[in-house]
Nanobody, 123 residues
Framework: VQLQAYGGGLVQAGGSLRLSCAVS????????MAWYRQAPGKQRELVAW???????YYMDSVKGRFIISRDNPKNTVNLQMNSLKPEDTGVYYC??????????????????WGQGTQVTVSS
């Protein structure tokens, strides 16, 4: 199982970016998908997460500006980021939790991370 994130870039404050993450491999289901970010010199923080049924949650600082969505049949998760601020700058990582996937002759629930994509918001 691999996660491939893309869509980052450089944008001016007030602009928008859309991040996407595709999960590949033999997957039966994914319970939760999320986006984290890590700014320079800071700890990684949870930005938004969404469950397989579609319920989504956000960190307070992005509520009303970011929208997380997922396509279960395609095993993708997106993050639409609007009204971006310089403090949104960081490396964004996608995360998949409780991924049901075959390991040997069993089905396991595992967690996977994407490689990260840089988002830079200039003031």
């Amino acid at each position: 199982v691999q996660l491939q994130a893309y869509g980052g870039g450089l944008v001016q404050a007030g602009g928008s970016l859309r991040l996407s993450c595709a999960v590949s491999g033999i997957i039966f289901s994914i319970h939760e998908m999320a986006w984290y970010r890590q700014a320079p010199g800071k700890q990684r923080e949870l930005v938004a997460w969404i469950y397989s049924g579609g319920t989504a949650y956000y960190m307070d600082s992005v509520k009303g500006r970011f929208i997380i969505s997922r396509d279960n049949p395609k095993n993708t998760v997106n993050l639409q980021m609007n009204s971006l601020k310089p403090e949104d700058t960081g490396v964004y990582y996608c995360n998949a939790v409780k991924v049901r996937t075959p390991v040997g002759d069993k089905v396991r629930e595992l967690e996977f991370w994407g490689q990260g994509t840089q988002v830079t918001v200039s003031s």
